[in-house]
């Protein structure tokens, strides 16, 4: 996809919309009309727009950001009735824990693209199917791959599969992410049991409960106190003890920031400083969802790279997708028996 559609973008992408040049039209930028098909360009602008009517439609779907309670049924229903089963609990898989669904027995596979109205997975680590089946004895869905803010999807748009798992028939969401380690006491390899979280996106005033309200999901004004069921995290703590792996095993607040970039030194100084211990750019939407329609909620970080709070020269302090992929295939095992016995633990008390 290149280009943009609007006047607007037109006049933002050359810097001119504040009345600099040879401009007209109401908002002092000049009128460019939208050819759908072929190559647009304005010499006097030096503009280029080149959407096809597909990549403009392709555009407007990836910007939506409103599903109708019916739609997301709609979802709901081509998935139950597709697999020929109800799950409990849902999962959705941190970048390079694919693997995570991987465990799922009996799986009927979705590729998102054949999913009707649902978005395509475009980051790597990141499939794109959602796997329905059962672990341990229940009954669950997974999402191998989720939608992150910066790949251009609005944030009520990254979480509807929430929605989703929720009129799917799913009580418990498990969301797992990869995260830089702030917390000075954080190995590469730990896993974060999240009991918090800061809400950076929120902060500047975007949430994916933005928008009218539809009473059937929840209340208008959700509270987050509790978010992160207790319960769930005390029983990890126990099976962390049992595998042998306490000791790398943390409960901590996780921020999500809008990404792609990693963060800067100053800002992971003032994470730090807001008590944030590990730091990501998915789940907290996912949870605000989840809390919203009343699933209850497990989530952990697994550190893939220590974040640096001082500056130095050091070429290791740079994060890059490869070393969390890296480090999230390593430790996927491990990861894999966590989820796989705190199913097994809900399905005990079933
Ligand atoms: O949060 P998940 O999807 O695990 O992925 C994390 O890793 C990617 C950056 O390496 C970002 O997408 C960040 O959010
Ligand atoms: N924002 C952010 N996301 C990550 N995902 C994995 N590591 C990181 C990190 O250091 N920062």
């Not at 750019?281 to 329609?293: D, F, G, L, Q």
């Amino acid at each position: 996809m290149t280009g943009y559609s609007s006047k607007t973008d037109v006049a933002t992408a050359n810097g001119k919309q504040n009345g600099s040049g040879n401009q007209t039209g109401e908002n002092g930028t000049k009128p460019t009309e939208f050819t759908p098909q072929g190559n647009h360009a304005s010499s006097e602008n030096n503009i280029q727009c080149s959407l096809t009517s597909d990549e403009f439609r392709a555009v407007n779907l990836m910007r939506q950001d409103m599903y109708p309670y019916e739609v997301i049924q709609e979802i709901a229903d081509f998935i139950v009735k597709g697999s020929g089963i109800r799950p409990k609990i849902g999962i959705i898989c941190g970048s390079g824990l694919g693997s995570l669904a991987d465990i799922i027995q009996n799986p009927k596979v979705f590729d998102y693209e054949k999913i009707p109205n649902f978005p395509v997975s475009t980051v790597e680590g990141h499939a794109g199917r959602l796997v329905v089946g059962t672990l341990e004895g229940a009954n669950v869905m997974a999402m191998q791959g989720r939608f992150h803010f910066y790949e251009g999807y609005p944030l009520a748009k990254c979480s509807m599969p929430v929605r989703v798992m929720k009129l799917c028939g799913v009580e418990y969401l498990f969301a797992t992410n990869a995260a830089g380690g702030i917390n000075p006491k954080y190995a590469v390899g730990d896993i974060m049991l999240m009991h918090d979280h800061v809400n950076m996106l929120g902060f500047a005033g975007n949430s994916p409960l933005q928008g009218p309200n539809d009473p059937r999901f929840g209340p208008r004004f959700p509270a987050l106190v509790n978010s992160y069921n207790k319960d769930l995290i005390n029983k990890a703590i126990e099976i962390s003890k049992t595998m042998g792996i306490e000791s790398s095993v943390h409960v901590g607040v996780y921020s999500c920031l809008g990404g792609p970039t990693y963060e800067t030194i100053a800002e992971l100084k003032a994470l730090r400083m807001m008590g944030v211990d590990a730091v990501g750019m998915s789940t907290v939407h996912e949870v605000i969802t989840a809390r919203h329609c009343d699933m209850k909620v497990f989530a952990f970080s697994l550190i893939t790279n220590k974040c640096a709070t001082e500056y130095s020269d050091k070429k290791d302090d740079e994060a890059s997708h490869d070393e969390v992929m890296a480090v999230a295939k390593n430790r996927q095992k491990t990861c894999c028996e966590l989820v796989s016995r705190l199913v097994a633990e809900i399905q005990k008390t079933a």
